[in-house]
């Protein structure tokens, strides 16, 4: 993966979201990978996202997932042509977050991201995302993604 271009490189790189944003110092630099089958990422906690107990935050986590699935959506949406209009950076926002914690996550080991699109029309995508380490889901998410159209 590491000579493909990421997903929020190709598609928006001067976004500045916590998450996924790479015009954002600060924040968590995701960067994800098309699939045939949907979406991939890679993401090394730092220090700082300590849950107080010693593995990754849940905030963290929720961000990551959501951010995730953004790239998943953004990336379908580039393939099937629906674009952002006018000054609008995305074709889509998040309309809904649903988030499972299964397990611990660790903080000190990198963990694995999984985005798929469920369902898709123009007006709202429906996307599933994992949070894997070591081969189990730590947490899942399902999102919802609706049409952001200029009023």
């Known amino acids: 993966m590491s000579d493909e271009i990421s997903i929020q490189d190709r598609l928006y790189p001067d976004a500045t979201c916590f998450g996924c944003g790479h015009a954002n110092p600060d924040g968590l630099q995701l960067h994800s990978y098309a699939t045939a089958e949907g979406a991939v990422a890679t993401f090394r906690p ?6 107080g107990l010693g593995f990754l935050n849940g905030g963290i986590i929720a961000t990551l997932l959501d951010c995730h699935s953004g790239a998943t959506v953004f990336d379908e949406a580039d393939r099937r042509g629906w674009q952002a209009e006018g000054e609008i950076p995305y074709p889509f926002v998040t309309a809904g977050l649903d988030v499972r914690y299964l397990r611990p996550a660790p903080l000190t080991e990198p963990v694995e991201l999984r985005g798929v ?5 123009e007006s709202v995508v429906i996307a599933d995302v994992q949070l894997l380490w070591d081969g189990k889901v730590r947490a899942e998410a399902t999102t919802m993604w609706k049409r952001w159209r200029p009023r």
Do not use: E, L, V, Y
């Open 46 to 51: 730092w220090p700082q996202h300590d849950n």
């Open 117 to 121: 699109i469920a369902s898709a029309d």
